[in-house]
């Protein structure tokens, strides 16, 4: 039965996919993939983040189906995709895989998209033979390769020991969200988004994040405490964009410098002033005029369309 209590209406409202399907990772793993836009179409595949879902990326999803066949799968314990006991970055470059060979046909290339936990997805996925195979191009959003409890600055002061130990604690409560109130929406607008984000903007962040069981929300906040992807960064040789923004406290963007400079082929950068963690929603436009960008520069057409 799905959880999700996302917003009905509105540019952040989750389009109706053309299809869904199951995939299938390597553990048993099933894993919840909607594919939308026409089929031929050049593809783009989209790897949401901790505690969102395939509805984080509606208004890239109702951009980009007029003219693009867009896979978004909820990750393990996400969204409509069943928990697992198994949660590792191998697991998460697993399902990337599984998805792909579920998606796409041999040889086809794709544009891939990653947010926060999903761009680390890429990163443990970088080296394995079907991304290679699949990815034409590479979209790193809000995301970072090691360090995130250390370098966050969702805890107000200095860092050192004692920030990092209490950002530990916040990241990893087991507490319960509860329903999406007022109070809540300060909180999470206070440590996920930039402090001019419309209020629809976090209305639709808040509901889709609130509704990931808290269950899931610890396990993998327990794989981002000891994320050690640095050797990842160095083996994505696709062609990489990386975007943050400056305000931006989950991973701040000491993260997408550091990307930037360890990254084989990086293409391009940007720094959004102002901007949070949840990019896609916060600059819908300019996220999906990067995966446009990639797509024209770099993918190619579905054989036979």
Known sequence: MSRLTHVATGPYAPPVPVRALTAVSADGARLHVEVHGPENAPAVVLAHGWTCSTAFWAAQIRDLAADHRVIAYDQRGHGRSP??????????ADDLEAVLE???????????????????TVMAAAGREAFREHAAAVLLCSTGSSRLVAESTVVPMGAGRLRTWLTRRVIGSRAPLGPVTPVALRILRYATMGPGSAPHMVEACARIVHACPREVRHAWSQVLDLLDLDHGVRELTAPTVVVVGTADRLTPPVHARALVAALPNCVGSAELPGLGHMTPVEAPELVTGRIRELVTTYATIKEGA
């Not at 697992?84 to 697991?91: F, G, H, R």
């Not at 794709?110 to 999903?118: F, T």
């Open 83 to 92: 928990a697992s006991p198994t949660c590792s970055t191998e697991a998460l």
């Open 102 to 120: 579920a998606t796409l046909a041999p040889g086809e290339k794709a544009v891939i998209a990653g947010h926060s936990m999903g761009g680390m």
